[in-house]
Structure formats: C-alpha cells, structure tokens
C-alpha cells in the first residue's frame, strides 16, 4: 500500500474524504463537519471534486451540463480537474498542517467511471496516480446508503446533472463498486451508516474521527 501524505512529510495536516453514491449526503456531512472543525479552532479546507480551482470549475460545468461525452474522455476531465486541486489547493495545505476535506477523490473515479462507466480499474488507477503524484487520503469516509434512498433523496433536490441521470444500472454497479473497492481498502476506509438524520451521521463521522485522528480532534468536545 503506498504511504499517506502524513507518513512522507511528517505533516500535522490530514486529508479526509468524504465518498458515496448519489444522495449520500456527502455535501450535507462536509458542510457540518467544516462547521464543526471551525467551532473548535482546528485550521481547515473544505474542497469539492470536480472544482476547487478556476480550471476546476471550467471542468465541472462540461462535466455535470456537457453531452456525448465518451467514458475516456470522461474520466481524463475528472483527473484534470484533481490534478489542478491537488497541485495548486490540496498539496500546499496540507503541508501548511491544515485538515484537507474533500467532497470526493479517488475512490469516485474507480466506482464512476471505473464500475460505471466500464473502464480498466488498473488502468483508472494508474491514470489516477500520474494525475495526483500518488497522494493518498489519511481516510476515506463511505457514507453507506441504499441506492433507492439517495435516488429519492436526489430526486427531491429537483432538476438532475449528466451524472446523475446516468440510469439506475449505472449507479447500482457505482453502489456495489463502492461496497468492494471499500472491502479491499482496509483501513483506509471506513464505512459511516447514513440513512439516518444529517446529525445523526455527523455524530458519528465525529467519534471516528476521534477514535482515528485523537491528537487532531480530542475526543469529548461535542
């Protein structure tokens, strides 16, 4: 397994990674933990994939409105979009000691246009490692909810992206990569049940980070 950022640098600043399938309330979760980070002093950054930079942003628009947009081309406009956060946001904060959050990374790609859309998992992953210089999250967390509830959950948001209206066989082989690529992961990534109410998961996407990370986020601070 290749080395975290932390154990290269040396680094007091974390990379965390929130993941899951449409609906999973990755955004809801980043947005309260940010808050919470911030109302506890811990220096932080909240990113989003694809985005983060002006090239990003470019990107996400081709991306989430575009049309005939084959899977190669696809996943080299995710990779070109990280490759920008990670080199010009993520990298110089962390090496700052600032908690890195992203709203997804890696693990998207495998399961999106990896499982997804049927491209090569090796060669997505090599793909991968060239466009963030092998950088790895010091955690992923896989917010687990069945396929139907974040369908409903989406669809009560209103109008739907490219992705999104992908078609349900998509995005039951993105649900079921997530749940194997997270089998084979190990530690690295912790599955967080999040069926129940935003601050339910919140509470527990704080104790694992407690449990995980004491010497950043001191256990008891509510």
Do not use: C
């Not at 640098?9 to 940010?34: C, D, M, N, W």
């Not at 109008?159 to 690295?188: K, N, P, S």
């Not at 109410?197 to 449990?211: F, N, T, Y």
Request: proline residues 4%.
């Amino acid at each position: 397994m290749r080395a975290s950022m932390a154990e290269q640098s040396g680094r007091r600043g974390l990379f965390l990674v929130l993941e899951g399938i449409e609906g999973s309330g990755k955004s809801t979760q980043a947005a309260l933990l940010a808050d919470w980070m911030a109302r506890h002093g811990v220096a932080h950054l909240l990113v989003r994939e694809p985005g983060g930079t002006p090239v990003g942003e470019e990107i996400r628009r081709v991306l989430l409105h575009g049309q005939g947009m084959p899977a190669v081309a696809e996943l080299y406009l995710y990779l070109a979009a990280r490759a920008a956060l990670v080199e010009t946001v993520v990298r110089p904060a962390l090496a700052a000691g600032t908690v890195v959050l992203a709203d997804r990374f890696e693990l998207s790609t495998l399961a999106y246009q990896g499982a997804g859309r049927g491209l090569d998992e090796a060669a997505v992953r090599a793909a991968n490692a060239l466009a963030t210089g092998g950088l790895v999250p010091d955690l992923v967390m896989l917010l687990d909810v069945p396929v139907d509830v974040g369908e409903a959950r989406r669809a009560a948001r209103g109008a739907a992206d490219r992705m999104e209206r992908a078609g349900q066989d998509f995005h039951r082989r993105v649900a079921e990569a997530y749940g194997l690529l997270a089998g084979r992961a190990g530690t690295g990534v912790a599955r967080v049940v999040a069926s129940g109410e935003p601050q339910e998961v919140h509470g527990a996407i704080v104790r694992l980070l407690e449990e995980r990370f004491a010497e950043t986020f001191p256990p008891g601070r509510g």
